[in-house]
Nanobody
Framework: QVQLVESGGGLVQAGGSLRLSCTAS????????LGWFRQAPGKEREFVAM????????DYSDSVKGRFTISRDAAKNTMYLQMNSLKPEDTAVYYC????????????????WGQGTQVTVSS
């Protein structure tokens, strides 16, 4: 089994920055992609960013492209999301997710999920 744990959320003013971390334990059966999703109150879960573990290919939603950077440290089994120029509309619970599919934005393909970390951006 695989377990994912997020950290790094908090309260920040608009224009500020936060860095989220996701640490994985256990073993994946195949090739690994880790991603970030977010869900605001009353809204559906949406894709934010992903990184393939072996090659390091990345993908971002249009809403965060140019502001957020996803990265990974294989030695620490940890993925990061550096969030800059934060906007109030970025406020959400951010979830780390893992899949044995590669290069996918689809939440349906992510079988492993963390418990979430709250990011709140004030106006």
């Amino acid at each position: 089994q695989v377990q994912l744990v997020e950290s790094g959320g908090g309260l920040v003013q608009a224009g500020g920055s936060l860095r989220l971390s996701c640490t994985a334990s256990g073993r994946f059966a195949g090739r690994v992609t880790l991603g970030w999703f977010r869900q605001a109150p009353g809204k559906e879960r949406e894709f934010v960013a992903m990184v393939t573990w072996t090659i390091g290919n990345t993908d971002y939603s249009d809403s965060v492209k140019g502001r957020f950077t996803i990265s990974r440290d294989a030695a620490k089994n940890t993925m990061y999301l550096q969030m800059n120029s934060l906007k109030p509309e970025d406020t959400a619970v951010y979830y780390c997710a893992g899949t044995e599919w590669s290069s996918t934005r689809s939440a349906q393909h992510y079988a492993y999920w963390g418990q979430g970390t709250q990011v709140t951006v004030s106006s």
